[in-house]
């Protein structure tokens, strides 16, 4: 219930300032990709100033995630080679129990004999 407060307390100015941005930024703008001949209309795009406020936004998303996701491969690689490891011993610890218990048995199947 709180998670959704403070969803709801975080998500909705945030969606009131995306509505505002965008329509106080409704004009046309042209993003010239050539920047020796700007009026080349070949690497140029034209859309709403918002358009590309809100692309800017969605790359620096995926940048930061990325990087991100980068940086902590370590601890990825780190925690695989443990889980790898600790199941290796897991079934180490298994086969000893099933030999000791198989132990077990021959030896008491073998005291009452004596």
Do not use: C
Not at 37 to 64: K, M
């Amino acid at each position: 219930m709180l998670k959704k407060l403070i969803n709801i307390v975080f998500l909705v100015p945030v969606g009131v300032i995306l509505i505002v941005l965008s329509v106080a930024n409704r004009q046309s703008v042209t993003l010239a990709l050539n920047p020796f001949r700007p009026e080349d209309s070949l690497l140029s795009v034209s859309a709403p100033f918002f358009v590309f406020l809100f692309l800017a936004v969605v790359v620096g998303l995926i940048l930061g995630a990325a990087a991100t996701w980068f940086s902590q491969g370590k601890y990825r690689r780190r925690a695989r080679n443990e889980a790898t490891e600790a199941l290796k011993w897991h079934r180490e610890a298994e086969k000893q129990r099933s030999q000791a218990e198989k132990l077990a048995t021959q030896a008491t199947l073998a005291a009452p004999q004596s």
